[in-house]
């Protein structure tokens, strides 16, 4: 067994963010390989009403020292700055570790949990790569308002930024090895100047990668096909707000937002959290699904386990991932956001037990 510890910097967060948590804690100790050292730092609108600020330095610092961050989820909606706009320290981490790739893989694990009709387990499998860091997001404390009439956020679209998500999207195409691998763009490049910028960077990054198909999606139309046949999509990429809009469709599709993981990775840095917010209206009921938390903790033992080289850990990601799959495989075993009457301990249990 590795003698590897790593150490990982917990964000419990507001809401639900705790709850879930606690469940994905306990099944990265369980697992009992690799071994894990856990670290909570303040955050969230709470550590903002307890010291004044959602996202204290020193909680930056930890994250940016840790193996990896788990992260549940941030900000109430009652809590807000003086001008009206709510605190986003999840996005502010994103911008300050340079998270640029934001990934989340939508993947159906019981056919029952779709709103579509026909689908079985495993029938819609596809990644969704979420530009994190500009976009129309890059005018997020910049958009102007001026004399209460006129206001303009911009969509602000890098070269460099542009190439690097679309080359980890090609890049997760070949690892994913599907047949056939593809890439679809997803842009709106028959309107606007960013979005024909950002389809002629993925062009010119495509073809490094000939074996990958090339596909392309203007965002309206996706947002049907998605819905019509979700099962030709392997890895799609996008800027930052489409990305952010389609990413919920998905969850959509696979039993919603309780069902969604989600890395935010950088050169040096990540982040996994599961897709969802705080969810106020159901916390501290038991209500919540733990399950995006504890796929967010498989996603981060895999990235672990890419990174160093460490068998154990991508090991410990498939038993995570292997032990949902069973549990929710059972007709009604799940929260009632899946159509279970379990509570958010009693499913996290049932995937602890198989594990
Ligand atoms: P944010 O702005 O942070 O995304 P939000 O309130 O818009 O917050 P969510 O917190 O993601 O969005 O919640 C959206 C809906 O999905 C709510 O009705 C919530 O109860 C439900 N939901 C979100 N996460 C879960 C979960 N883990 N389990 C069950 N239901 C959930």
Redesign the pocket.
């Known amino acids: 067994m590795s003698e590897k510890v790593y150490n990982i910097a917990v964000l419990k967060g507001d809401?639900?963010g705790p709850e879930?948590v606690e469940q994905a804690l306990i099944a990265l100790r369980e697992i009992g390989a690799p071994r894990f050292s856990f670290t909570e730092h303040p955050c969230g609108a709470g550590c903002y009403l307890e010291c004044g600020e959602p996202l204290p330095d020193a909680t930056v610092e930890a994250c940016r020292t840790a193996d990896a961050v788990l992260l549940g989820?941030?900000?109430l909606?009652d809590i807000r700055w003086d001008d009206g706009t709510?605190m986003r320290p999840?996005i502010d981490l994103r911008i300050l570790l340079d998270l640029y790739a934001g990934v989340r893989p939508i993947y159906l694990y019981n056919g029952d949990h779709s709103p579509l009709k026909g689908l079985g387990a495993g029938a819609i499998d596809f990644v969704i790569l979420r530009e994190n860091v500009e976009g129309l997001f890059a005018s997020m404390n910049g958009g102007i308002e001026l004399r209460g009439e006129v206001a303009v956020d911009s969509m602000v679209i890098t070269r460099s930024g542009t190439e690097r998500i679309v080359r980890y999207a090609f890049e997760l195409a070949v690892q994913r090895a599907r047949s056939p691998m593809r890439v679809t763009c997803v842009d709106k490049a028959n309107v606007f100047k960013s979005m024909a910028f950002f389809r002629s960077v993925y062009d010119r990054v495509a073809d490094e990668f000939p074996d990958v198909e090339r596909d392309y999606a203007y965002v309206d139309a996706l947002s049907m096909y998605l819905v019509q046949r979700p099962r030709d999509y392997d890895v799609l990429v996008a800027e930052n707000m489409y990305g952010d809009i389609i990413s919920?469709l998905a969850a959509g599709l696979v039993g919603?937002?309780?069902?969604a993981p989600s890395g935010d990775i950088g050169p040096d840095a990540a982040v996994f959290q599961?897709?969802?917010?705080?969810?106020?209206?159901?916390a501290g009921k038991g209500?919540?699904?733990?399950?995006?938390?504890i796929l967010s903790a498989a996603l981060m033992l895999r990235w672990l386990g890419e990174r160093h080289g460490d068998g154990e850990a991508v090991q410990g990601a498939a038993r995570i991932e292997e032990a949902v799959q069973r549990v929710v495989s059972e007709a009604g075993a799940g929260?009632?956001?899946?159509g279970g009457t379990m509570t958010?301990g009693e499913l996290g249990k049932a995937i602890i037990e198989v594990l």
């Open positions: 809401g639900i879930v989820a941030m900000g909606p709510e999840q919920d919603g937002l309780g069902m599961p897709s969802h917010g705080t969810a106020p209206d159901i209500l919540a699904n733990p399950i995006a938390m929260t009632p956001d899946i958010t």
